[in-house]
């Protein structure tokens, strides 16, 4: 891109056009460009030549005038947003990412399930972007070897715990691999021949065999060199948890006010588990409510139409009444992800002509049959309407107001984190958890994240643990302790809580944007209401929210201040 500075917003689009181009992952998930058949370049060469783009776009809008006020906020979400792009190469954490959420182990893996793959020249592409995964891989290995020759390596629970996630995607534990069975989808696309049948089946061989000579290399090479030390202490915990929030927070007091909202809804959960099964503690009601058949839905077939069922509903109820809704945001598809990731749900956003809509993923173990409702109804919410879907597509579909960096490039986990729970309690306000199960279920949800506060900055910096806590007290964290802890005084489930431990450790800082976050738009919610009184138009007051698209906490604040 020219260092001429061309406007802000002229500025802001040039950099998604050239970013999506060095980053071809990052294109396919915006709907960008035209590099389906690419895949990033994960090498030294290819972290530095986006890392050049970065500079040289901050430097253009550090020069930029805004003609307006419009303007003059898109500047100030490019330049701290970018600012920490740049924070974050130049610290060394880039080219050492490693975990096993979202590093590019799992982007090259996941690319995937954002391809469209309805007729031969879309198979045609899948093939070629399959055929690229041996050098993609061999440039990723390239990156991690280098970041740990200068003593920049992801602690070894992160590499153990990715290796095996290469295993299940190489096919190396007792089933077909990722690709093997994502080409056999092609089998039944007309136009699909013999030819392109091969191309297909070599790729996806050649693409499992990369991901189990990765798992080789995570295993043989890389967890040698590991530390055996999960906390990545104060230095690299703050400068991460600025870039989840987009606020330098005051950890001492983060930590502080987790305790008192983790007690204050572990209270009101115990209240609701009386009324579940008296005399039962949390654990208790959470059994029975399982053993409901009232919650059940059965097989991964009848989770997802669940959850499309209940999606829809949200859609069509909360449209002209609480939120407006234009027709292209009313597609939201509901989907079970492959098997191989972590435990969860997810929203992946829909392109800028919205022919790809925005899609909720669900991983679940893959040999599991039933599925409680009550314990998921309030994250369907979370991630489709009022929650991510709402608020991604919204700013997707502002293409009069925001540039593309602010409708497709910009992500702020504080804010859009804190969106979708702070969407979760609307749905509350709003009569939609009424039922005790399902509103349990909705506070567990809330306690979760309010853990999440506590042992991220807990044990990322070893604080010790309060007394009157009733938990290890004047102890300090460590993974073992933030384990007990989440298996013993919250009632999700294990298996989901084991991975999330693994999460916490290997992404420092993300976890507790989802509780800083609510806090936020709920106190300047708040603050709207004492300002305009009778006046106050909550209905108005989100569509406004949502159409300024995404930012970091502190400037959201400043924005927010001001409706």
């Excluded at 309407?385 to 597509?393: D, E, N, S």
């Excluded at 992500?411 to 969106?419: A, F, P, R, T």
């Excluded at 450790?505 to 989802?514: T, V």
Aim: glycine residues 10%.
């Amino acid at each position: 891109m020219s260092s001429t500075p061309a406007g802000v917003h002229g500025i802001s689009d040039a950099y998604v056009a050239a970013y999506a181009a060095l980053d071809p992952l990052t294109a396919t998930a915006i709907g960008v460009g035209d590099v389906d058949d690419q895949l990033t370049d994960y090498s030294p060469e290819g972290h530095a030549a986006r890392h050049e783009l970065v500079v040289r776009a901050l430097a253009d809008m550090e020069a930029a005038t805004p003609a307006d006020e419009a303007e003059g906020n898109a500047k100030a979400v490019f330049l701290e947003r970018v600012g920490l792009d740049k924070d974050l190469y130049e610290a060394g954490q880039v080219e050492q990412a490693l975990n096993v959420i979202a590093s590019p182990v799992q982007g090259l893996r996941d690319v995937f399930d954002q391809m469209p793959t309805d007729t031969a020249e879309q198979w045609a592409v899948v093939a070629r972007r399959l055929a690229a995964m041996p050098d993609a891989v061999a440039n990723l290995r390239t990156s991690l070897a280098g970041a740990a020759d200068r003593g920049g390596v992801a602690a070894v629970r992160q590499v153990s715990r990715v290796a095996e996630q290469c295993d299940t995607w190489a096919g190396l534990r007792g089933e077909k691999s990722f690709f093997t069975s994502l080409v056999a989808k092609a089998e039944q696309v007309p136009g699909v021949d013999a030819a392109l049948r091969t191309d297909l089946q070599t790729g996806a061989r050649a693409a499992a065999e990369a991901y189990a000579d990765l798992a080789g290399f995570l295993r043989g090479e890389l967890a040698p060199r590991a530390p055996r030390e999960d906390a990545v202490g104060e230095d690299v915990y703050r400068l991460w948890s600025q870039y989840f929030t987009g606020s330098r927070l005051d950890l001492a007091e983060a930590y502080e006010w987790g305790w008192e909202e983790f007690t204050r809804i572990e209270t009101e959960m115990k209240q609701i588990a009386e009324r579940i099964k008296p005399g039962a503690t949390l654990a208790e009601a959470a059994a029975a409510l399982d053993a409901d058949p009232r919650y059940l839905v059965q097989g991964q077939d009848g989770l997802q139409a669940w959850m499309q069922q209940l999606s829809d509903k949200a859609l069509v109820d909360l449209r002209g009444v609480h939120f407006e809704l234009p027709d292209e945001l009313m597609g939201l598809e509901c989907r079970i992800a492959p098997p191989g990731g972590g435990v969860g749900a997810y929203y992946t956003g829909p392109t800028p002509d919205f022919s790809r809509p925005g899609r909720m993923w669900w991983s679940v173990p893959a040999d599991r049959e039933e599925f409680s409702t009550w314990r998921e109804l309030t994250t369907v919410y979370h991630e489709g309407v009022p929650g991510h879907h709402l608020q991604v597509a919204t700013a997707v579909y502002q293409a009069e107001k925001l540039n593309d960096f602010q409708r497709l490039l910009c992500w702020v986990s504080g804010h859009g984190e804190g969106w979708a729970l702070y969407s979760e309690r609307l749905m509350r306000e709003l009569g939609y958890l009424d039922d005790d199960g399902n509103l349990l279920g909705m506070l567990d949800a809330h306690l979760f994240r309010a853990a999440r506060v506590i042992i991220d900055i807990g044990m990322h910096l070893k604080l010790e643990i309060p007394r009157g806590t009733g938990f290890h007290e004047g102890e300090r964290w460590t993974p073992e302790l933030g384990l007990e802890f989440m298996l013993t005084r919250t009632i999700t489930e294990a298996a989901h809580v084991r991975d999330e431990i693994d999460r916490y450790l290997g992404w420092p800082g993300q976890a507790p944007s989802y509780k800083i976050g609510e806090r936020l738009w709920l106190a300047a919610r708040d603050d709207a209401k004492r300002r305009h009184g009778d006046a106050f138009d909550l209905k108005e007051f989100h569509k406004q929210a949502l159409e300024m698209g995404a930012m970091g906490l502190d400037t959201l604040r400043e924005r927010l201040a001001r409706l």
